[in-house]
């Protein structure tokens, strides 16, 4: 007796390989690529975007102005503050990814996001603030970690329950200094710094309206440098 092979199914696997190379483009169709963040920060509102880079203000330090439990990240091209509804556990330094919505709020360039649509990626870099003259505080350097020094113009203005402001100017232009109440910061030490003191400021460039600002993260990233004269 003759075996009788059965006769292989070209069509079947035709049909397999069109059906996995569908799902490969649809999945394609429904990702962004990782933009650096110089670049998606010029794209329009409203625009999805991912980007990726190492946090420089850890989760909830400026819910008291900002009314969210957002971070701040940076990658080598730029920074931008991710608005986040819910408290994430990493800290400074740490490497994510985000998808998000391009928003402002009161014109400072915002990325809003959920908290599945953070991705915490392995390893961590920290970042090395900017030099930045007072009077360079502006839409240049706003969403990174910067650093500022100068003599305070304008002492201690009480702005609760959302922060605190002084000013300081290096001769280049005052700017102004916000401290968020949530970041920790003691009242009476700030309200004893008096015009004349020269101080310098880690935080991120922000802005508030038309106004640009320095915003510290924690007591250390503020110090005084001389008395005032």
């Given at each position: 007796?003759?075996?009788?092979?059965?006769?292989?199914?070209?069509?079947?696997?035709?049909?397999?390989?069109?059906?996995?190379?569908?799902?490969?483009v649809?999945?394609?169709?429904?990702?962004?690529?990782?933009?650096?963040?110089?670049?998606?920060?010029?794209?329009?509102?409203?625009?999805?975007?991912?980007?990726?880079?190492?946090?420089?203000?850890?989760?909830g330090?400026?819910?008291?102005?900002?009314?969210?439990?957002?971070?701040?990240?940076?990658?080598?091209?730029?920074?931008?503050y991710?608005?986040?509804?819910?408290?994430?556990?990493?800290?400074?330094?740490?490497?994510?990814?985000?998808?998000?919505?391009?928003?402002?709020?009161?014109?400072?360039?915002?990325?809003?996001?959920?908290?599945?649509?953070v991705?915490?990626?392995?390893?961590t870099?920290?970042?090395?603030?900017?030099?930045?003259?007072?009077?360079?505080?502006?839409?240049?350097?706003e969403?990174?970690?910067?650093?500022?020094?100068?003599?305070?113009?304008?002492a201690?203005?009480?702005?609760?329950?959302?922060?605190?402001?002084?000013?300081?100017?290096?001769?280049?232009?005052?700017?102004?200094?916000?401290?968020?109440?949530?970041?920790?910061?003691?009242?009476?030490?700030?309200?004893?710094?008096?015009?004349?003191?020269?101080?310098?400021?880690?935080?991120?460039?922000?802005?508030?309206?038309?106004?640009?600002?320095?915003?510290?993260?924690?007591?250390?990233?503020?110090?005084?440098?001389?008395?005032?004269?």
């Amino acid at each position: 007796m003759n075996s009788t092979s059965l006769p292989s199914s070209p069509s079947l696997s035709r049909r397999s390989a069109v059906t996995l190379l569908g799902a490969f483009v649809l999945t394609l169709a429904g990702c962004h690529p990782v933009l650096a963040i110089e670049d998606a920060r010029s794209r329009s509102n409203g625009s999805e975007v991912v980007v990726e880079g190492a946090v420089t203000v850890a989760p909830g330090t400026f819910s008291s102005a900002l009314g969210d439990e957002g971070f701040a990240i940076q990658d080598d091209s730029g920074g931008i503050y991710v608005k986040l509804e819910e408290k994430l556990s990493f800290g400074l330094g740490a490497r994510v990814r985000v998808s998000g919505t391009l928003d402002e709020q009161n014109m400072l360039r915002i990325l809003k996001s959920v908290p599945e649509d953070v991705d915490l990626k392995s390893g961590t870099e920290q970042v090395s603030p900017k030099e930045v003259t007072t009077g360079g505080v502006n839409e240049s350097v706003e969403g990174q970690l910067i650093r500022a020094s100068g003599a305070i113009t304008q002492a201690f203005q009480d702005d609760s329950p959302y922060g605190y402001k002084l000013y300081i100017d290096d001769g280049t232009g005052e700017v102004q200094v916000f401290v968020h109440v949530s970041a920790g910061f003691d009242k009476a030490s700030l309200q004893a710094l008096t015009v004349g003191q020269r101080i310098a400021v880690v935080g991120l460039a922000a802005q508030y309206e038309t106004t640009y600002e320095v915003a510290p993260r924690m007591p250390g990233d503020l110090s005084v440098l001389s008395a005032a004269p």
